[in-house]
């Protein structure tokens, strides 16, 4: 299932380019999941395993298309609060930085996989959204995955991928609450300082 995670993620997050500010959240959705799924079955050196192209792809296209701070809010609890709005700040940054070299790799993982787009509920109005859909595997089971998509002045954001009901971005939360336990929002800083180090220089 964790690979499975990484990948669902990674193949989104490719696909920044295609958003659209003024599309609906599900037709935002069926563009970017259309798009990088294109790309990435075309793409020869990322299917042989070219993390660097990747990650090179994600940096340039998606970055303005997410709502990290949110996403760091959401993985940090009851904490955000705590910190400072520099330290805040900071925390986005090198939360935002983990994900993307996270999962980057993820996407020389692709292997064929198709998506269901399913109806979106909403409300005249509504700003804050979940966007389901399901992710068909040849030899296995279809997977839920679900956007939590949030409008801004901006355009749609997303804040949240939910797979088989799982959150991304909560799965970090008890690692990072211990961390603030036992060093303060300043050591947390550090540890995802210090991950993104080792992951940097793992890819090269």
């Known amino acids: 299932m964790k690979s499975l995670f990484f990948l669902l993620f990674a193949l989104f997050l490719a696909a920044g380019s295609a958003f659209a500010q003024d599309a609906g959240p599900d ?16 793409d020869k050196d990322i299917q042989g395993g070219n993390t660097k192209k990747a990650i090179d792809l994600v940096d340039a296209k998606v970055l303005p298309h997410f709502n990290f701070e949110r996403m760091t809010a959401l993985a940090m609890g009851r904490d955000w609060k705590k ?11 090198e939360f935002k930085t983990l994900l993307v070299r996270t999962y ?10 198709t998506v269901v787009y399913k109806p979106t509920k909403m409300q005249p109005g ?3 959204v979940v966007v389901k859909t399901e992710i068909v595997q040849p030899g296995a089971k279809p997977v839920q995955l679900d956007y939590a998509v949030v409008k801004q002045d901006d355009g749609w954001k997303v804040y949240d991928v939910i797979v088989a009901g799982v959150s991304l971005v909560t799965n970090y939360r008890d690692t990072f609450n211990q ?24 890819k090269k």
Request: no cysteine; glycine share 6%; charged share 25%.
């Open 126 to 128: 509504e700003t804050d």
């Open 27 to 42: 037709g935002l959705i069926k563009s970017v999941t259309d798009d990088v799924l294109t790309i990435v079955r075309q």
């Open 179 to 202: 961390e603030v336990r036992a060093n303060g929002i300043n050591g947390l800083i550090l540890m995802l300082t210090n991950r993104n180090k080792q992951l940097e220089a793992g």
């Open 104 to 113: 980057s790799n993820a996407l020389t993982s692709y292997k064929n996989q």
């Open 83 to 93: 910190a400072l709005p520099e330290q805040q700040k900071r925390l986005t940054e």
